[in-house]
């Protein structure tokens, strides 16, 4: 039985195109399908060996507008493939907008025993297809070699030569073409002229970590989740909004607060955080700095519990949260 290398398209900005060979800006994301980005893909034969690419197409978006839907159905064709005992990796083509949550959310919800010994491997481009000089068949070749690398495991995002685990990687450029960085944590390690070199061990799963009941999250409703920054001459105007509800919105049942430094919160929208805590809402401080975590608990932000993850991993990690205690 062959091996299979699973190729599953999203869209984003590797399947993009513009009129112009010379304009790496004023494209559309999400045009060409993945079977056709595998033919760009420089020595895929010799990468995937005696292997076969299976190409499927999850998704065709530009991934600022995706929606839990479309995790949902990309999580429904994870599980399909993974569980295949000749598919050997499942690599995914995806917008650089989102692509860190859709790893995140990803490394939350697959069953850990999916990802205990394939490597699910996110990729993606800051060029269009159509570019003179596009990043995306590189990318791709790099995904292509790191999915069949002996050991490899996990949510792993693979960018500019380096790969990322899914905690820690971050969008950190909109348009230099090595767009991602790790933090503190630095890159698991790199991908040279088609050989992996590790700087840290891929992730291991968490047997401790129960997979998402999807399927009941898209029938009951993800539970709503919103952003808040702290930030100089903050107020409490959008919070009020917010704990309104307006007709037709689901009822909000956690909020974020991007904090500044060590998570702190201005003074202004404090007491509407309370507020809503008291009502039922579950409020979760992280800090807005680009490097590190919320440190200790400051005097004025103790009510609130903190999360050691960027503003938009942490709203995922919390709307789970909800959904599992519900
Ligand atoms: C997208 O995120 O789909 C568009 C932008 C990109 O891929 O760089």
Redesign the pocket.
Known sequence: MAEIVAFLGM????A?TAQSADDNVGYT??QLGVQNLLQSVPGLTRILGARQALAEQVCQ????DLMHADWAALLGRLKHNLARPDVRAVVITH?????EETAYFLSRALAPELLAHKPVVLT???RPASSLNPDGPGNLADAATLAVWPGARGVLVVCGGKIHGAAQVQKVHPYRVDAFDSGEAGPLGLVEEGRVRLLADFPRADHGQAAVDVEALQAKGWPRVEILLSHAGAGGGLLRALLREPEGEAPLRGIVVAGTGNGTIHREMDAGLLLAQARGVRVVRVSRCAYGQVVGDAPEAVAFSKYALSAVKARIALMLDIASEA
């Open positions: 869209g984003g900005t590797i993009g994301a999400a978006i530009d991934s600022k917008g650089t907008d989102t692509l993606c481009a800051m």
